[in-house]
């Protein structure tokens, strides 16, 4: 493995993190890359969009949030997602993603980082806890509220 780095998300990344692939069951719990970048264009200001290369290939993509007036405390500082390459899973991409979410956000000033998952057999709920995430409360639909204090 060469050594991981971030790059925003740019018209030159974005046809290669939308090819990124899921594990079977996987998709259930994951939209298409581009639908996460769509949502991101009404307010690109608070939105961290980055795709994880691995020499130049991109093995996965980040998106995370950072609106101080966001009226919600779990929206100030938000993983809204993750997705990392079928092939590439279990290799510390993921971590390595979340770990410069988490660093952004420090250096941003926050105190924690949250994010919000779904439950399922093959979601992602043991890969949030791996990385430190706590749950802490649940949505109105049900979803898993996480912590991660910086």
């Given at each position: 493995?060469?050594?991981?780095?971030?790059?925003?998300?740019s018209?030159?990344?974005?046809?290669?993190?939308?090819?990124?692939?899921?594990?079977?069951?996987?998709?259930?719990?994951?939209?298409?890359?581009?639908?996460?970048?769509?949502?991101?264009?009404?307010?690109?200001?608070?939105?961290?969009?980055?795709?994880?290369?691995?020499?130049?290939e991109?093995?996965?993509?980040?998106?995370?949030?950072?609106?101080?007036?966001?009226?919600?405390?779990?929206?100030?500082?938000?993983?809204?997602?993750?997705?990392?390459?079928?092939?590439?899973?279990?290799r510390?991409?993921?971590?390595?993603?979340?770990?410069?979410?988490?660093?952004?956000?420090?250096?941003?000033?926050?105190?924690?980082?949250?994010?919000?998952?779904?439950?399922?057999?093959?979601?992602?709920?043991?890969?949030?806890?791996?990385?430190?995430?706590?749950?802490?409360?649940e949505?109105?639909?049900?979803?898993?509220?996480?912590?991660?204090?910086?």
């Open positions: 493995m060469a050594e991981l780095r971030l790059e925003e998300l018209a030159r990344n974005v046809v290669a993190a939308n090819a990124l692939t899921l594990k079977p069951g996987q998709e259930q719990f994951v939209a298409p890359v581009s639908y996460s970048a769509a949502a991101a264009i009404p307010d690109p200001t608070t939105s961290w969009q980055r795709v994880v290369l691995d020499g130049d991109v093995v996965a993509f980040v998106m995370g949030s950072f609106d101080p007036n966001a009226e919600h405390e779990e929206f100030k500082a938000i993983l809204w997602r993750i997705n990392v390459d079928a092939d590439d899973q279990g510390g991409i993921g971590t390595f993603a979340v770990r410069a979410l988490a660093d952004e956000a420090r250096a941003r000033g926050h105190e924690r980082l949250y994010v919000i998952w779904e439950s399922g057999e093959l979601g992602p709920e043991q890969f949030f806890l791996r990385s430190g995430f706590q749950p802490i409360g949505t109105q639909y049900g979803e898993t509220i996480g912590a991660l204090d910086l």
